[in-house]
């Protein structure tokens, strides 16, 4: 039995539908489309047209009997209505979305909005920097070896929560932020973390054996806590500078093996034109001996064919 009560925006049973079907779905979501947008518009003080209006006083008007049959000739007529009036709302809110103004929204508290990605990244940096913080404290009590290295992955957090952060604070003022993207965000500050760690403990070792582009070190001043933030801030940084290494280490490898190449082939060229020298020597001594033997032979054309062949 459907209710004879008017549904109205904001109730959590706005309407209650006779048929589940996949019809009556669509139009319940293009209703809960529309509700968000009104009130993001209402919200941020944008002027809606005079036309709009007017739509939305005949929707409201026979929201509740489209619900009722979606196959009825109510529905039919008016459908288009619902979908020109969610058209101009779209155009009207733009950039943003029914989809990210709902995951924009601010929460009760203000710390936190309507998405779970952002919100455990925002949890996870603060947690980072309370550690970094009481590791830094313990630093010089007879716990600084665990301090120190617990230490690294903190600040890792820290600098990937920043970077995360600064990324979709635009995106959250504006209220387009997607939460398709969610899964993005949390592999980047998962990426971040390992990169800051990498960094943190390797990074001096890595730099020392680079050819600084300017042609001096980096390394002298900079200690891992820096390196570890870095790492977490920018994993690019982490994967050109292990890049750049493995070419380093490649090259090295490869000219050790392109000097012995070498050597290699310089020994068997001179292997074989002391070859080419003692045949043709051999030759010529042959030759040498066939003219004292044969008088007949003109001296001339011997003495020829032997400065062709020697040459």
């Known amino acids: ?45 944008r002027v809606m047209p005079v036309s709009l209006i007017g739509k939305f006083a005949r929707i409201k008007c026979f929201r ?30 733009a950039p943003a979305t029914p989809a990210t103004i709902t ?27 309370i550690g970094v ?32 952060l600064y990324s979709a604070h635009t995106y959250i003022q504006q209220r387009t932020y997607d939460p398709q993207y969610d899964q993005t965000y949390y592999v980047r500050y998962i990426l971040g973390i390992i990169a800051g760690v990498i960094l943190g403990y390797t990074g001096a070792d890595i730099i020392k054996n680079i050819d600084v582009a300017q042609g001096g070190k980096v390394t002298k001043s900079v200690g891992s806590m820096l390196f570890a ?3 977490g801030y920018s994993a690019d940084v ?13 090259a090295t490898i ?22 080419v020298s003692r045949t043709k020597n051999d030759i010529a001594s042959q030759l040498q001996a066939a003219i004292n033997r044969n008088g007949g032979i003109k001296k001339e054309d011997i003495e020829k064919t032997l400065n062709d062949l020697l040459s």
Not at 3 to 22: F, Q, R, T, V
Not at 67 to 93: F, G, P, Q, T
Not at 238 to 250: C, G, I
């Open 1 to 45: 039995m459907v209710s004879n009560k008017p549904p109205h925006a904001g109730d959590d049973k706005k309407y209650e539908i006779l048929d589940k079907g996949k019809g009556q779905e669509n139009i319940k979501k293009i209703f809960d489309d529309i509700d968000v947008m009104e009130n993001f518009v209402t919200d941020s003080g």
């Open 64 to 93: 509740r009997d489209l619900l009722l049959d979606v196959a009825s000739e109510i529905c039919e007529d008016n459908y288009s209505e619902i979908l020109s009036v969610h058209r101009d709302l779209s155009l009207l809110v």
């Open 103 to 129: 995951a924009s929204k601010r929460l009760k508290f203000g710390l936190f909005i309507n998405t779970a990605a952002i919100n455990l990244i925002i949890i996870s940096t603060i947690v980072s920097m």
């Open 133 to 164: 913080v009481v590791s830094c404290a313990y630093m010089s009590t007879a716990n600084s070896i665990w301090a120190k290295h617990a230490l690294l992955p903190f600040a890792a957090g820290l600098g990937a929560g920043f970077y995360a």
């Open 229 to 231: 933030v870095v790492g």
């Open 238 to 250: 982490v994967y050109l500078l292990l890049q750049r290494f493995t070419e380093t280490l490649k």
């Open 254 to 275: 490869q000219g050790n093996n392109s000097s012995k190449t070498d050597k290699q082939m310089q020994d068997v060229k001179n292997k074989a034109a002391n070859e």
